[in-house]
């Protein structure tokens, strides 16, 4: 799948244009990353909860 993996500029006298650098990986590498994304959002979660009780 094709997947965002930077951002390239370009000075048009004023302002910037930004264009997307597509890269293709294997769908199982997105479904990794998104479930690494998931558990940190989880523990930040928890993590959060346990500094209000306290």
């Known amino acids: ?4 993996v930077g951002w390239e500029g370009e000075d048009l006298g004023g302002f910037m244009k930004w264009d997307m650098q597509l ?4 769908a199982w590498v997105v479904r990794e990353v998104l479930l690494e994304h998931a558990e940190r959002e989880r523990q930040i ?3 959060e909860q346990h500094l209000e009780v306290a």
């Open 45 to 47: 979660e928890l993590l």
């Open 1 to 4: 799948m094709s997947v965002v």
């Open 23 to 26: 890269d293709t990986v294997p």
